[in-house]
């Protein structure tokens, strides 16, 4: 008896079907229609429409060519972006953007990175901001407005939640402003840690006076800085700093303070030896190390 089922060839092939499928039903698509395999953060947020309509921007023009949205869990990766990437991050990603490759920089963290502003003007000229970047300028997208009925139909097709106010702001909004707030919101659902300070408060610059780091620190600014400061340290986008009005005070602040400044930026209201600073200096600490951050910049 036990032999003849594979006498019979047909027979054999149906069975061995059944069996497989069986075992496919229970090992793949059970467990794929299970909460489980569809995890999502507590605080992730659905996009709203202009974040959504920014999003579009995004894939209409393919800047998953050149940036990830993902943030392998390896030291060197998160050392430069930050926390790794999360399964429960991407419940409202449909399709997910993670993309493959690394022109620039993963994007995974650049919500509330920068300010607003720095996404402006970054767009608007990349090279303004990073000489020798080869990402396009996106300052044109600020003449196309976005379209209210179709970010509607949108959301309706992705389920998301929408009102009519919801749609209404996008009424006077460009695919600039758009993209803005797309770029505010990624992967903000998962919490910052702060990363520890790279020197002891009350350091003092110990290349304060070593003729390379002096050399080193022009290149440096021209390079990075001049975009906002002017070419000649005048003033621009950011203060003066010829001076001594360091935050806008008519005083010296210590090594350190200046050091915080460069490698941390500086948010709004932000303290520093007591004067509030207006926000807008981006943060330098990922790209330079401490000696870059220490190379003074006298111009
Ligand atoms: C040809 C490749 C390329 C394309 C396409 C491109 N970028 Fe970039 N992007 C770069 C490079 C290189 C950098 C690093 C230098 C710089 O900031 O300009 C960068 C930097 C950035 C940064 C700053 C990241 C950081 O952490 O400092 C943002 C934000 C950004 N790109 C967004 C976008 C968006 C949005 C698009 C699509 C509208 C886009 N990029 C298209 C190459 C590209
Ligand atoms: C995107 C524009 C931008 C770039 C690029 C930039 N800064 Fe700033 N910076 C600012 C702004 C805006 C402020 C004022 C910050 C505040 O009030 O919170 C500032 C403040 C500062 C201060 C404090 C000045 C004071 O008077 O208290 C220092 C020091 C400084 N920047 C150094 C640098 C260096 C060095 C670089 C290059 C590595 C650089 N900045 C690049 C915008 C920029």
Request: proline fraction near 7%; aromatic fraction near 12%.
């Amino acid at each position: 008896m036990a032999g003849t089922i594979y006498k019979k060839p047909i027979l054999f092939a149906v069975v061995v079907t059944v069996v497989v499928l069986i075992g496919t039903i229970v090992m793949m698509v059970y467990p794929m229609l299970t909460p489980q395999m569809h995890p999502k953060l507590q605080n992730l947020k659905p996009y709203t429409a202009l974040q959504l309509a920014g999003r579009d921007v995004y894939q209409e023009e393919g800047c998953f060519y050149c940036h990830t949205q993902t943030v392998r869990p390896l030291k060197a990766e998160v050392m430069r972006y930050g926390e790794y990437s999360k399964a429960g991050e991407f419940a409202y990603d449909q399709p997910f953007l993670w993309g493959s490759k690394r022109t620039g920089p993963d994007l995974a963290r650049i919500g509330g990175k920068y300010t607003d502003k720095w996404h402006y003007k970054h767009f608007n000229d990349p090279r303004k901001l990073f000489q020798g970047s080869n990402m396009p300028s996106y300052g044109w997208l600020a003449d196309h407005p976005v379209n209210p009925k179709e970010v509607e139909a949108r959301m309706k097709a992705l389920g998301f939640p929408y009102t009519k106010e919801d749609t209404d702001v996008l009424a006077d909004k460009t695919k600039l402003d758009a993209l803005v707030a797309y770029m505010q919101a990624i992967g903000t659902a998962v919490p910052r840690k702060p990363k520890p300070p790279m020197i002891a408060k009350g350091d003092t610059n110990p290349l304060a006076t070593d003729p390379n780091a002096i050399a080193e620190g022009k290149k440096i600014y021209e390079m990075n800085c001049a975009a906002c400061h002017g070419v000649d340290a005048k003033g621009d986008i950011g203060p003066e700093l010829t001076d001594k009005e360091w935050v806008y005070v008519m005083e010296s602040v210590g090594d350190d303070t200046v050091f915080f400044m460069i490698a941390d930026g500086t948010k709004k209201d932000q303290e520093f030896e007591g004067r509030k600073a207006k926000g807008g200096m981006p943060s330098w600490g990922e790209f330079f190390g401490k000696k870059k951050i220490w190379s003074p910049f006298r111009i």
